[in-house]
């Protein structure tokens, strides 16, 4: 029988398939081989990532690739969870009881963002745990209004207007200004307010999956609780992204993935309820497991995806191995890389601000002549299919549809230097 080094060892480059045949040697969770916080120098990042070169990835917005050690745990914990199923989900086993791991990996997410556990809950996707956010939000009743714009997500947008259908609700719309600058996302966020008075909550993007827009937040949630008005911040794309904590944010309610920035395991997402406010969300469909002043009662009650749930503190783990505001500095150089020199293409439009406050890792732009869904998928398709380059296609922005480029932790300069040449080169597809 191999002993536990050599699983581990063998763990980090065997998919889970080939290693049930050591699933009897599987621990869970364990705490050798994890970097420590600050260890991972910026310029070594891509040595820690399996993934395939032949195309270049510019779509790491839709999720994180895991890097090599968390996706070593991951199926550590896919072969634990499996292998012992019920002996450990009913906490039968002294030596790793479940509910304490799940504390733990609570904890270590709630540690991030300078929070206490009991505000931390983990939902099966960003979009099941805003979504339940929204629609259990208790203090709203017909006739009062809920806001959002263009730029928010689809899934959250549907659950306003599922309020609208099912409870009354007013559901309002606006469209974020183009080009955006602090100023006038500012006027549009204090119009809109301003002209309607019975609004009681605010849908608000920490970073638009659209365009990467990053609108000011903070001064957003403010603005708005000046007018009695709640938001729940849709930071999807924020959490491990950007340094940020709710209260540097003043957010009383959010949700995100853990599965994007943060480079979780698939399946897994959060929510962060302040404790004080935790009234003002229902429990979900009156969910049995847990008592009303548990925030995991905000949630579906069901089965969860285990072994992500293991992998958390794994996947922190690295996030403090490379340091927050280095990762959130990295990704912005990498954008840089091809913003840059894009901005100078003639007939290219890039859809976020120059203000380094007002973006992040996340781009898009339009081409001269893009105008609908069918223009953009040509040039996605151009970039992919001559190039070799993946992006994606974004629709539903009040200006039309756009290009996504969004790099990741193990792209690679040359990556960028690539894509604009490719921009250079077909920057008149569409005339």
Known sequence: MANRRDFLKSAACAPATMLTAQANTAIANPETDLPTPDSILIKALPEHFD????????????????????????????????????????DAMPEHPMSAQFDQARSSVADLMRVQANEIAFARSGSEGLQSLIVNYRNLKPGDAVIYCDLDYDNMIGALKWLGDHRGIQVVHFTMPEPATTANILAAYDDVLKRTPKAKLLLLTHVSHRTGLVPPAREII???????????????????????????????????SMHKWLAAPLSLGAIYVRRSRLDAIDSSLGNPDYPLDDIRSRLPAGMTNLASQLTVPTAVAFYRAVGPAAKEAHLRLLRSLWVDPARGIDGLQILTPEDPARSCAITSFRLRGMHTEVDASRVQRRLLEKHRILTVVRTGIAGGPAIRVTPGLFTLPAELDALVTALRAEHNLLV
């Open 51 to 90: 993934v395939d070169r032949s195309t270049i990835n510019l779509e790491n917005a839709y999720w994180g690739v895991m890097p090599r050690v968390t996706a070593a745990a991951y199926a550590r914990n896919v072969v634990f969870v499996n292998q012992f199923n019920s002996m450990y989900a009913r």
């Open 222 to 256: 403010s603005m708005a609780r000046a007018r009695g008005v709640d938001t729940i911040l849709d930071s999807a794309h924020a959490i491990g992204c950007l340094n940020v904590t709710p209260d540097d944010l003043g957010a009383d309610f959010m949700g995100w």
